[in-house]
Every structure is written in C-alpha cells, then in structure tokens.
C-alpha cells in the first residue's frame, strides 16, 4: 500500500510538473509575440501586392499540378500577416464577388488598412487584429489561404499553427501558398544580419528605426574598409555588392528582415 501510495504521489508531481512546463512556455510565446508586435507598431512594414499571391496566379499553378482550385469569383480568401491589406486590397477590388480576411498583430497596421478599405468602399475585405495562435476551426474555412514573409519570421509554435490552419482551415478544394527564406542561399546573407545583431548590442535602447540606420551604417564602414584593398575588394567583390544590396534596400524591409529575433531558413528537401 506504501509503495502504491508513493507511486501515485510521484504521478501527481510529474502532471504537476507537465503543467508548470505547459505553463511556461506558454508565457514565453506570449513574450515572444508581444516583442513582435511591438516592432511592427514601431516601424510599419509597408505592404503592397506580389504577384506570386494573386489569385489568378495561385490558380494557374493549382490547375497545371492537376487540382480543382474553386472558383475566383466567389472564392474566400484569407490572409495571415496581412499589415494594412496592401496585398489582398487590390484584390477584393478585381474580384468584387470574392471575400477575403485579413488578420495581423499589429492594431496600428489593421487601422491604417481599415481606413484605407472604408475610403475606397469596398464592402468584401475585412481586416482583423488577431494573433494568429487564436485561429481555430470556429474562424471557418477559406479556399484560398495566403502566408506571404511570415512563417520564417516567427516562433517555431507559430510556424506549426500555421501550417495547422492551411490543413484545418482550408476548403477541400483549397489552395494555400506559404513563402520562406531557404539555404543555402541565406547562408551568405546570415553574415549580415550577425554583424547587425551584434553592432546593435550597444544599442538596444533605441527606437527599431534608429537602430536600423545604425547597423546599416555599421555595414557601409565593413564594405568600405574592405574596398581600401584592391586584392581584398577583387576577392570579395559578390561580399561588398551583397552589402550595398542591404544598404540600398528600404530600411523598414532592414529592420523587420535583418534585426527581428526570428529569421529562419530552411533546407529544401
């Protein structure tokens, strides 16, 4: 009976213990997201269409791999990681009969979209402040779901949740599109994005913006003393044009791509 006794109390501290663990992790997502938000309040990531999500796109490719995508015109279409709908806006304007939702953590971003949605009067896209990991089979499913420069860029829970809302929340006929940094080509840019993260230690009080024009600056001083050598700047000519290609670029795509926590890439097998 003792040993019974025993067993059983060591059962209880073990579930005990599962639930702390459970617990834990689950405060850390919540960190996790909180700090991800907040950079997308800070610097607005501006949003615009790409052609590899539009519909007709999306269901050219479905037809020639030999599916039956549903049909654009009354289609419903959900975006994750929407900013203000730059992508689908454009989209519920070419296809008035289709719906499409819209969600992002960012309040600021789903207001400016929101906004810009009333101005236009479309009545067919709704944009939603909501965080991913809060989608369940209630939110209903859509037949065409579009994931453009999010799953690299988030949590290894967010990226699994992701991928359980293109299963459970896609229409039988759906099509989901998923887009993510992949090696071995971000190996060479990974180079940057360390000497970024490392030169922004010392200055991680400031505003994202700010820190974003700092480490670039930091990355022009590297391109420029290799370029005071000529035998360096002949070998390493791809490493100096790899760094102007980061300084030339926006500096909001800078700072959510090169100095957000979670930046990805994955082998292709």
């Not at 930091?218 to 050598?229: C, E, F, N, Q, S």
């Amino acid at each position: 009976m003792k040993q019974e006794s025993k067993q059983k109390k060591n059962v209880g501290t073990s579930v005990m213990g599962n639930d702390i663990e459970t617990t834990q992790n689950t405060m850390h997502v919540l960190d996790e997201n909180k700090v991800l938000k907040k950079s997308y309040e800070d610097v607005v990531y501006i949003s615009q269409p790409f052609g590899a999500t539009s519909l007709n796109t999306l269901a050219a490719r479905a037809l020639l791999f030999g599916l039956n995508p549903v049909s654009l015109k009354k289609a419903r279409v959900l975006e994750l990681g929407c900013s203000f709908g730059g992508n689908i806006i454009s989209q519920a304007l070419y296809y008035p009969e289709a719906s499409f939702t819209g969600i992002d953590l960012s309040s600021s971003q789903i207001k400016m979209g929101n906004e810009l949605i009333a101005s236009m009067g479309l009545s067919n896209i709704h944009l939603l402040e909501k965080d991913i990991l809060d989608i369940d089979d209630s939110f209903g499913t859509f037949d065409y779901i579009i994931v453009h420069g999010i799953w690299s860029w988030v949590p290894d829970v967010v990226k699994d949740k992701i991928l359980s809302i293109c299963n459970k929340n896609l229409s039988d006929n759906g099509v989901a599109y998923v887009s993510y940094n992949t090696y071995p080509g971000w190996k060479r840019l990974e180079q940057y994005r360390e000497i970024m993260q490392y030169a922004e230690q010392k200055e991680l009080e400031l505003p994202l913006m700010e820190r974003t024009l700092y480490t670039k600056n930091i990355l022009k001083l590297v391109a420029d003393t290799m370029g005071l050598d000529n035998r360096i700047s002949q070998k390493a000519s791809y490493k100096i044009d790899n760094i102007q290609n980061v300084l030339s670029s926006n500096d909001y795509y800078v700072a959510h791509e090169y100095l957000e926590p979670f930046n990805d890439p994955v082998y292709v097998h």
